[in-house]
């Protein structure tokens, strides 16, 4: 049976005023299989937020959670080595890529040739090393999605998958669908909601194969037309499509997902342990009543355990 996580992006703000005091609120919550999150490798190896593995070990063991996977970005001019040392010692095991952007297909091609080395590195240490999707995983070169193409071009012993159901919907596919697809390749769901209520297209990456076809660099749908004026990005055209954007997001439960048919497709098809929340956006107050929203969201759904490993 699949547990619940919570990736701490989703209490980034929290973290950055109090990295200890929020790690010890989420799991008094209730949380106990904890994704880190560090945007900031380059110049910190940990969690991002400055603070050494037994500290944050420390405040884990406070309330019985544990490190069950970290995003570290940019783990490719990270010192690899201290990265993976310092998520052992925390007793993780797992190390995702947030996210790539690729320009043509050689571009890509190379860039498998690249997550084949990085996982290489994580397996030899005992780590995993998996990829995170977005939406824009599912444009296609030659007509064949770039996320399947990822999946086709790498190591299995050397590359998994942390599969976000929400991108993937987003990218104009069914999330059970994907499941099905990549089997055992997913060792990790990311899981989210899409707000009812939302000026954000839900699917960002066209409908006809000709629409869908790779032209020129993609990247998160920050890309997206209505994020351009006169041809060019400009800051004003860029936060209202950021707004627009984040209206997309909504806390487990509260959206359109057909959450529960994941939870079942996760458990049958899938090697994943954990379905770990991820709130990108919140219109709450904070984005602790975020998190605790989206407990009680999930807890309306079966198949899913909240127990520690």
Known sequence: MIKVGLILYSVRGEMEHDPIGTVERVAQMGYKNIEVCNHNAIQDPGCGFGVDAPTLKAAFDKFGSKVVSAHVFPFEKSDM????????????????????KFSTYDDLMRQCEDFNRWGKICREAGMTYLYHN??????????????????????????????????????????????????????????????????????????????????????????????????????????????????????????IMHIQEIIDAANQYTAAKYIILEQDYTRMESQFSSVEKSMAGFKKFTGISWDAE
Do not use: C
């Open 81 to 100: 080595q201290a990265v993976i040392a310092y998520n052992q010692a925390l007793g993780n095991h797992n190390i995702v890529n947030p996210m790539g």
């Open 134 to 255: 977005h939406d824009h995983e599912y444009k296609t070169f030659g007509g064949k999605a770039i996320l399947d193409l990822i999946a086709e071009n790498t190591d299995p012993d050397y590359l998994s998958f942390e599969l976000d159901t929400f991108w993937t919907m987003r990218g104009g596919v069914d999330p059970v669908e994907q499941m099905k697809k990549m089997g055992s390749r997913i060792k990790l769901i990311h899981q989210k909601d899409f707000a009812w209520d939302s000026m954000a297209p839900l699917n960002t990456i066209g409908i006809t194969p000709e629409e869908r076809e790779m032209k020129g660099e993609v990247g998160m749908d920050g890309n997206s037309d209505y994020a351009k004026k006169g041809g060019k990005f400009s800051a004003e055209a860029e936060n209202e499509a950021r707004r627009i954007r984040n209206t997309a997001f909504t806390e487990i439960g509260s959206g």
